[in-house]
C-alpha cells in the first residue's frame, strides 16, 4: 500500500464538546438544504428532467474545484472515486429527483428518513461498528416523527417513485459508509475529496442525461435559479460540509441529521405553499427532533472485536 492509499487521520479523541457541537451544526447544514429540494424540483424546475438536474447539480461544482485545487486521484483512489461519487451523487441525484417528481413530498421525504437504519445495518458489516440500542430507538422514532409530519390520507404511492426513493436512500447509505471506511488519502483535504466526488458523480450522469432524456429542456429565469441553488447552494456548499462531517463525526450520527431534510421541506411547504399544521404534525415535528438530538447524544458506538 503507498502512502496515498493511507486514510487521513482521525479527528483527535480528547476533542472538546463544543467543538463537536459546531461540527455537527455545520454538518447539518447539509441536509437542512437538501430538504429545499422538494420545493425546487416542484415549483421551479421544468418536469420530467431529473437526470438534467442531477447533471446541473454535480458537474460544474465539480469542475470549478479541479480548477481551484489541481489536484487528481492517484492509484487505488481513481476507482475509489467513481464508486463514490457514483453512490453519493451519480446515483443519488437522479433517483432523488425522479422520486420528489412521481411522489408527493411527504411520501417521498418519509422514504428517504430510512436511510438511518439502512447506515446503521450497513455500519456493522462495512466498518465493524455495533450502535448503542438507544441509536437503533432514535432511527426508528425520526422515521415516525417524519411519517407523521408528511404524511397525509390522501398521499399516493406511485410504484416506480417508490423504488425510486428506495433506491436513493440505499444508495446514498452505502456512499456514507463507504466513505467513513476509506476515509482519504493522507495530505488530501476534505474539499479535495469533494472535488473528486462531484465531478465523478457528475461525469456518470452524462451519457444518461442525454441518452435518456434527450436535449436538455429550455431553462427560463425561475428555472435558472433553482439550478443554481441546487448547484451552487445544494451542491458545491453542502457537500463540501457534509463529507467533512463524515470524516469526524460517528457515521450513525451524521446520518441521522439527514432526518432535517423532510422537516426542512414541511416547513417550507407551511411557510411559501401555505399548507397547514395539523397538531399530530406538530408532535411529528417534536419526535423528529428528538430522535436528530437524542442520536447525537446517545452512547459511544462499540466496536466489534
Known sequence: ?????LPAPAAPAAASSPGVAGRTVLTAFAPAVWGTTYLVTTE????????????LRALPAGLLLLLIFRRLPRGVWWWRALVLGALNIGFFFPLLFTAAERLPGGVAATIGAIQPLLVIALALPLLGERPAAAKIAWALAGVAGVALVVLGPGAALDPLGLLAGAGSA???????????????????????LVSWLLTAGGLVLLPM?????????AIGGAAAGGYLWLGLIGGLGAYLLWFRGLGTLPVTSAALLGLLSPIVAAVLGWLVLGQALRPLQLLGFALALAAIVGGQLAGRIRRRA
Not at 171 to 181: D, F, I, N, P, W
Not at 209 to 217: D, K, L, M, Q, Y
Open 44 to 55: 421551479l424546475l421544468p418536469q420530467g428532467h431529473p437526470l438534467f438536474a442531477g447533471l
Open 209 to 217: 442525461t442525454f441518452s435518456i432524456e434527450g436535449a436538455p429542456p
Open 170 to 192: 440505499l444508495s446514498m447509505a452505502t456512499g456514507v459508509v463507504l466513505t467513513r471506511r476509506w476515509g482519504r488519502p493522507a495530505g488530501v483535504s476534505s474539499s479535495v
Open 1 to 5: 500500500m503507498t502512502t496515498t492509499d
